[in-house]
């Protein structure tokens, strides 16, 4: 199945609704994948997602509460993994899951100090310690019960008039758009002809002829280094991580050679690469 995304107009909708009320909303889809309507992040969740340990937490907790969803109805609220609430609500096309509305992230009615010892203890892995974090924290706003009830009605009403204007809908997918998919979600992992030809179901030379159709007669290989390298450019520009850091994050784990392929797709280094961005910036 294909979940086709109407990027503008749901983008359109959710900016409206996080001017009028103050509170972020996004859409997930049906494995739990941020559909990239949004780039922004609290200044919590921003030094959270700028370490590759932080982001991989953070997409891990996304892909957890859509298996976890178990309300009869409505929304399911939950705290992250680092102890920020959420809330969460499928959108049906019959009786599966098209996509997920969510909205955070805040802290509720309860003390916040006390709120603060528990996000707390689930940053342990944070380097430097979690009280780097603390000021980030204290700047969450609070919601009372009364506040986010009306919040999650609106937003069920708002979920209603998404499905009925089609801004989600399931198509089939082709096995170019597979393959082009299943990159897009995996170019991080470990990758072979073998396991990309198994994990999409077909055989190895139907895979070649797949993937010379969609780079324009170059390799799956190249398919996947060109994929990697996108996101890496990506990350050399939204952070100050080390390019180490930046390899080993889009699935390269030698230094050397994450240069090498970096330089043959992009022609320059990455180090190049980030200087010459920053300086557009």
Request: hydrophobic share 40%; net charge positive; glycine share 8%.
């Amino acid at each position: 199945m294909n979940i086709f995304f109407d990027q503008e107009q749901l983008l359109r909708l959710l900016t409206n609704l996080y001017v009028f009320t103050g509170m972020a909303a996004n859409i997930l889809d049906p494995q739990g994948r941020d559909i990239n309507l949004f780039e922004g992040h609290p200044p919590f969740c921003k030094a959270i997602n700028a370490l590759p340990e932080g982001h991989k937490r953070c997409v891990a907790c996304d892909a957890w509460k859509v298996r976890s969803y178990s309300a009869a109805s409505g929304f399911q609220f939950y705290r992250c993994h680092a102890g920020i609430c959420e809330a969460v609500m499928p959108l049906y096309d019959r009786q599966r899951p098209l996509a997920y509305l969510v909205f955070g992230c805040y802290l509720d009615e309860s003390p916040m100090e006390a709120q603060w010892a528990h996000s707390r203890e689930t940053l342990g892995w944070y380097p430097g310690g979690a009280e780097a974090l603390r000021p980030a924290f204290f700047q969450f706003r609070q919601y009372s019960s009364a506040e986010l009830r009306a919040y999650s009605e609106l937003l069920e009403a708002l979920a209603a008039y998404i499905q009925l204007k089609g801004m989600i809908q399931a198509t089939e997918r082709t096995d170019l758009q597979k393959l082009e998919m299943f990159l897009d979600q995996h170019y991080m992992e470990p990758l072979s002809l073998e396991i990309v030809a198994g994990e999409l179901g077909v055989g190895r030379t139907k895979l070649c002829r797949l993937a010379k159709e969609l780079s324009g007669g170059k390799t799956l290989g190249h398919l996947i280094a060109q994929r990697r390298i996108e996101a890496a450019k990506t990350l050399l520009l939204q952070n100050d991580l080390p390019i180490s850091a930046v390899a080993e994050a889009v699935g390269i784990s030698d230094y050397n050679y994450f240069s090498r392929v970096f330089r043959s797709v992009a022609g320059m280094t990455p180090r190049e690469f980030r200087k010459r961005g920053l300086r557009r910036l």
